[in-house]
């Protein structure tokens, strides 16, 4: 028997190349070593100010850009977070057994507190404990994410050994798995690259519009006139290099990039390509994929369909040993 792997991700925006080399990547990789849930977590997204009217075509082209960049559905299983009640049920009943000040401690918390200040909710405050309901509902035993999520994976731990403790075992402790990416920076060079900080390049960004973002990015700040001397390794285009371009090229462009024999326009050009290169088969697939929301909506509730089995089994179970009716 193959072990689960739970992972999701939040339709909270545009899906970038943080996204894709911290997580998605990941996921595509590990398809036929696990049993593989991803969900789009919906219940997570609302926990900060959205337009209602966008939500839907959101979570699809989330769906699309999944399925585009590697997600094959008929190898794991895609659904929506709210098309199964019990994430919500389940994280009822694990925040009985959350201790407070674990939330208090959980950076992401604090993060989203000071960047959404005048909207911070009891939402966004439990949300570890709903992302911990949504990996043990499926007892999953790894979870591929971001470095960002570590802390929120180590807590599902805690909260599953309580439980345990308290009620019998039920869920096993779910472990994260990193990728040789753990944490992509912003287009700014100062801050995580996230939906929400505009700070990306989206998985189906066109040509035109990488190239245009990729030349205002900021690169080595000691490096201000083309005649400087330049260092890669405080630069953060030159990380992306190593995702995107070839061997050769890294290499050409670190030497070069520490003697001034280019300057940052020229390496920029040479990443541009690459990444857009590596970026158009999924934009074209994506574009493909949007067309039809119908066949989106059909993957979607075919994926809630099977999470449901399994997650009433959980719930069956928990309910049993906590003593309810
Ligand atoms: N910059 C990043 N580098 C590496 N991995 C990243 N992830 C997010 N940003 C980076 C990983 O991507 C997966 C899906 O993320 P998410 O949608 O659950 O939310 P997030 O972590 O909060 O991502 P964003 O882009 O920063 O969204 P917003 O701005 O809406 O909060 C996760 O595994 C995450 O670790």
């Known amino acids: 028997m193959k072990k689960r792997l739970f992972s999701g991700i939040q339709p909270s925006g545009d899906v970038h190349i943080g996204n894709y080399l911290g997580a998605i990547r990941n996921w595509v990789r590990l398809i036929d070593q696990f049993e593989c849930i991803f969900c789009i977590v919906d219940y997570h997204a609302i926990t900060i100010e959205y337009d209602p009217k966008d939500m839907k075509k ?11 960049s590697g997600l094959d559905p008929g190898r794991c299983i895609l659904f929506v977070q709210s098309h199964v009640p019990e994430h919500t049920e389940l994280a009822w009943i694990l925040n009985t057994v959350t201790p407070m000040g674990h939330l208090e401690r959980m950076t992401q918390y604090k993060d989203k507190s000071r960047q959404h200040a005048e909207n911070i909710n009891a939402g966004l405050f439990n949300y570890p404990v709903l992302q911990a309901a949504d990996i043990l509902l499926y007892k999953s035993d790894a979870v591929p994410v971001g470095e960002d999520q570590v802390q929120h994976i180590e807590l599902a731990r805690e909260i599953a050994r309580k439980f345990n403790m308290r009620y019998g075992e039920i869920f096993p402790e779910p472990k994260e798995i990193l990728s040789e990416a753990p944490r992509i920076m912003g287009l700014d060079g100062k801050t995580k690259m996230s939906k929400s900080l505009g700070n990306y390049i989206s998985l189906i ?3 035109e519009s990488i190239r245009k973002k990729l030349s205002a990015a900021v690169t080595d700040e000691n490096r201000k006139r083309r005649t400087d001397t330049g260092n890669p390794d405080i630069c953060n285009l030159f990380t992306l290099h190593k995702y995107f371009s070839t061997k050769e090229q890294i290499e050409y462009v670190q030497g070069a990039c520490r003697t001034a024999e280019i300057g940052c ?3 920029k ?13 999924v934009r074209l697939r994506y574009e493909e994929l949007v067309k039809d929301p119908d066949f989106l909506l059909g993957i979607l509730s075919e994926g809630a369909a099977r999470c449901k089995r399994m997650a009433e089994d959980t719930m069956g179970d928990a309910r049993k040993r906590m003593g309810l009716l």
């Open 205 to 207: 960004e066109s040509p």
């Open 58 to 68: 959101r979570i699809l082209n989330a769906a699309a850009v999944n399925i585009a």
């Open 265 to 267: 326009v020229e390496c």
């Open 269 to 281: 050009r040479v990443l541009s390509d690459n990444v857009a290169e590596a970026l158009t088969p």
